[in-house]
């Protein structure tokens, strides 16, 4: 499953949701109808129809069928919207689903392990990949100065990592 992104509050008094989107195109949304509701624990899941979406200071606006008041919405905070992999939009060959990154291992230009890509997120100057070496982590930009060659399939990326930088 795809995350598009996450319920966080009501919005209004009509049951929409004010969503942060986790995609690049927020118009996305108005791209799909099925999608999946997860909760924070991904124990429980529901299915649902998108009914109506708009664009919103940043966020998205939803409307869900059969979700009619802000009660309800409350209800959903925090739980994700996904869709099936199979209905991800295509990427150029430049792009990548942060989901892909975890468990790539990092080598340097000379081959050396640097460690596991843990987890990929969106930071305040772009993508960040949490990488575990050993028994610290650390976080590396996930930029193409420093991320020189990923191969996805190989579950690999070639790292120039600035001096000290895995020591912080």
Known sequence: MIALGVIRKPH??????????????AQRFEEVR???LVS????SQRDAAIAAVRVHGGRVLVAFEGIESPEAVRELANWTIEIPDEEARKLDGDEYFLHDLVGMQ???TAGQPRGE?????????????????GGATFEVPFAAEICKEIDVAA??????????LDEI
Do not use: F, Q
Request: charged share 30%; aromatic share 4%; hydrophobic share 35%.
């Open 106 to 108: 990092l080598v340097d």
């Open 40 to 43: 924070p624990d991904e124990r």
């Open 117 to 133: 890509v843990i987890d990929a997120y969106e930071g305040g100057g772009g993508v960040l990949l949490n990488v575990r070496h």
């Open 12 to 25: 209004g008094v009509r049951g929409e949701a004010s969503v942060e989107p986790w995609t690049n195109d």
């Open 155 to 164: 579950k690999r990326i070639v790292v120039d990592i600035p001096e000290g």
């Open 34 to 36: 099925r999608v999946t």
